[in-house]
């Protein structure tokens, strides 16, 4: 069956630190991968894509990493700050032609000053 | 990028009643809009996909008689849940795209069923 798992619910992680978050995903074969934010009781809102020919992309502090031969990328956010603190979603397409996202279950970030 | 609104922000209704939830695209015209739920500490879940002028395509296991979906117009959906129930209440979110690989959501609806 089709799955995305984030590696963990929570993270928490002192101000300053890098904070790497992980995706996994099993029986999917994506053209792309998106990260989002999301505050509490808000939408998701989009930081990155990053397509299956890009190893690396990255967006001021962020950084993403692919590898579609693990199936798994890595979120980071350098020099981390309470303001950082969300639940991070990480979504696939639904396959080639496939119009709708799906996506893991969150790792909630928590930036301690 | 584009700015999806959804009103009402939160609603508490009582079992059996219904409730219509509005997405608005505010400067984009989308001919396509999704519908989310998301149950506290889950992730989101796809229900449906709402196509300007035409039915709606449902999800695997979403009832389209409870759900029911309009997207009148290139800027309105509205979602409407029937005789809503307790085991109903979630977070409602909905989102359209303006091109092939971006995506932006509305900030969601609090639905709780008393």
């Known amino acids: 069956s089709q799955k995305i798992e984030q590696n963990s619910e929570a993270l928490n992680i002192q101000e300053g630190k890098t904070a790497t978050l992980t995706c996994n995903y099993t029986?999917?074969?994506?053209?792309?991968l998106q990260w989002y934010r999301q505050d509490p009781g808000r939408g998701p809102v989009f930081l990155l894509l990053?397509?299956?020919?890009?190893k690396e992309k990255r967006k001021e502090r962020l950084k993403v990493t692919f590898d579609t031969t693990l199936k798994q990328s890595l979120f980071h956010i350098t020099a981390s700050q309470p303001a950082d603190s969300a639940t991070y979603l990480c979504?696939?397409?639904?396959?080639?032609?496939?119009?709708?996202?799906?996506f893991g279950t969150g790792t909630r970030l928590t930036v301690i000053p | 990028g584009a700015v999806v609104s959804q009103h009402p922000s939160r609603v508490i209704c009582k079992s059996g009643t219904s409730v219509k939830i509005e997405c608005r695209s505010l400067?984009?015209?989308?001919?396509?809009m999704f519908w989310y739920r998301q149950f506290p500490k889950k992730s989101l879940m796809l229900m449906a996909t709402?196509?300007?002028?035409?039915?709606?395509?449902?999800e695997q296991g979403v009832e389209k008689d409870k759900f029911l979906i309009n997207h009148a117009s290139l800027t309105l959906s509205t979602l409407t849940v029937t005789s809503a129930h307790p085991e109903d209440s979630s977070f409602y979110i909905c989102?359209?795209?303006?091109?092939?690989?971006?995506?932006?959501f509305g900030p969601g609806t609090r639905l709780l069923v008393l």
């Open positions: 989102s359209l795209r303006t091109g092939p690989e971006t995506q932006y």
């Open positions: 979504a696939l397409e639904g396959g080639a032609g496939a119009n709708n996202l799906f």
């Open positions: 400067d984009f015209q989308a001919t396509t």
């Open positions: 990053i397509r299956e020919n890009e």
């Open positions: 029986n999917y074969s994506p053209a792309y």
């Open positions: 709402s196509n300007e002028g035409s039915k709606a395509t449902y």
